[in-house]
Antibody
Framework: VQLLESGGGLVQPGGSLRLFCAAS????????MTWVRQAPGKGLEWVSS????????YYADSVKGRFTISRDNSKNTLYLQMHSLRAEDTAVYYC????????????WGQGTLVTVSS | QSALTQPASVSGSPGQSITISCTGT?????????ISWYQHHPDKAPKLLIF???SRPSGVSDRFFGSKFGNTASLTISGLQAEDEADYYC??????????FGGGTKLTVL
């Protein structure tokens, strides 16, 4: 199993960014997927999850209405579209594959850093 | 959704056992058995140690043991080894159909 995140970078407050997670080594369309973030010096924070088809999505209150999780099973790719970014969204964003249930993740990527600053 | 409560740090000597607690509410830990534990070494990907309270993924050492009583989950690590030094996080499904993590516990192997 490999999960490779990309799309991170420096963005101004109020800006937008789209993260990508390229998955390989497993049947992507059989598993829910999740984004988790870690702000500098802080702990892990669950951001969003989506079911195996993308029809069902879940969000943390801190990002609801600003972030959108989606997936393209034909490309084995997970996305996180982020709008109205705030300084507190600065973090390493991890893509993770669900295990037997969507609420836990058995494989994680190395993460991509998002910095929101003027 | 407030973060689950974990001790900021624990320590132990090689060969000893330690336990990390994770306290929540009846809306998360106390309400079901979708509780997980992760090990996170700096600058590495987090690793799943325990899921569904006490199940271990294939390849995870049986030195790691998960349990739950009421609104508190626990991770016990026996036979401490130097490579166990890392940050440990609990997580739980919640009644709001979200996931919540604990604040993390730094384990120091003396």
């Amino acid at each position: 199993v490999q999960l490779l995140e990309s799309g991170g970078g420096l963005v101004q407050p109020g800006g937008s960014l789209r993260l990508f997670c390229a998955a390989s080594g497993f049947n992507f369309d059989n598993y829910a997927m999740t984004w988790v973030r870690q702000a500098p010096g802080k702990g892990l924070e669950w951001v969003s999850s989506t079911g195996n088809s993308g029809a069902v999505t879940y969000y943390a209150d801190s990002v609801k209405g600003r972030f959108t999780i989606s997936r393209d099973n034909s490309k084995n790719t997970l996305y996180l579209q982020m709008h109205s970014l705030r300084a507190e969204d600065t973090a390493v964003y991890y893509c993770a594959k669900a295990g037997s249930g969507w609420s836990h993740s058995d494989y994680w990527g190395q993460g991509t850093l998002v910095t929101v600053s003027s | 959704q407030s973060a689950l409560t974990q001790p900021a740090s624990v320590s132990g000597s090689p060969g000893q056992s330690i336990t990390i607690s994770c306290t929540g509410t009846s809306s998360d830990i106390g309400g079901h058995n979708y509780i997980s534990w992760y090990q996170h070494h700096p600058d590495k990907a987090p690793k799943l140690l325990i899921f569904d309270v006490s199940s271990r993924p294939s390849g995870v050492s049986d030195r790691f043991f998960g349990s739950k009583f009421g609104n508190t989950a626990s991770l016990t690590i026996s036979g401490l080894q130097a490579e166990d030094e890392a940050d440990y996080y609990c997580s739980s499904y919640t009644s709001s159909t979200t996931v919540v993590f604990g604040g993390g516990t730094k384990l120091t192997v003396l």
